[in-house]
Nanobody
Framework: QVPLVESGGGLVQAGGSLRLSCAASGRTSSSYGMGWFRQAPGKEREFVAAIRWSVVSPYYADSVKGRFTISGDGPRNAVYLQMNLLKPVDTAVYYC??????????????????WGQGSQVTVVS
């Protein structure tokens, strides 16, 4: 399997913006869809956003709607997460994920086949 490589993240003040990128470079076939999850210390990994390449229809967790935007390039197996109006509660390690084949609602970690290495996002007030 071609690994997912993430970039972006960092430290930002509340109200600021960050952009995360994730790509499976070298893969020649498109996957079913990709998503983003996050995990704060002591908490379970939670869904943030996902996109299915067949319909290019993004959907989001309620906690990030209106602030985060997922986009990507299916044939290039790349996905991005633009995060605006960041809040301290958004602080977490963010993971991209890839569903290679089949179909799924893409809202649960078990729906995915591959994961990125994780990117720390820290929002300070």
């Amino acid at each position: 399997q071609v690994p997912l490589v993430e970039s972006g993240g960092g430290l930002v003040q509340a109200g600021g913006s960050l952009r995360l990128s994730c790509a499976a470079s070298g893969r020649t076939s498109s996957s079913y869809g990709m998503g983003w999850f996050r995990q704060a210390p002591g908490k379970e990994r939670e869904f943030v956003a996902a996109i299915r390449w067949s319909v290019v229809s993004p959907y989001y967790a309620d906690s990030v709607k209106g602030r985060f935007t997922i986009s990507g390039d299916g044939p290039r197996n790349a996905v991005y997460l633009q995060m605006n109006l960041l809040k301290p509660v958004d602080t977490a390690v963010y993971y991209c994920a890839d569903k290679l084949q089949g179909s799924s609602i893409l809202e649960y970690p078990a729906d995915y086949d591959q994961w990125g290495q994780g990117s720390q996002v820290t929002v300070v007030s």
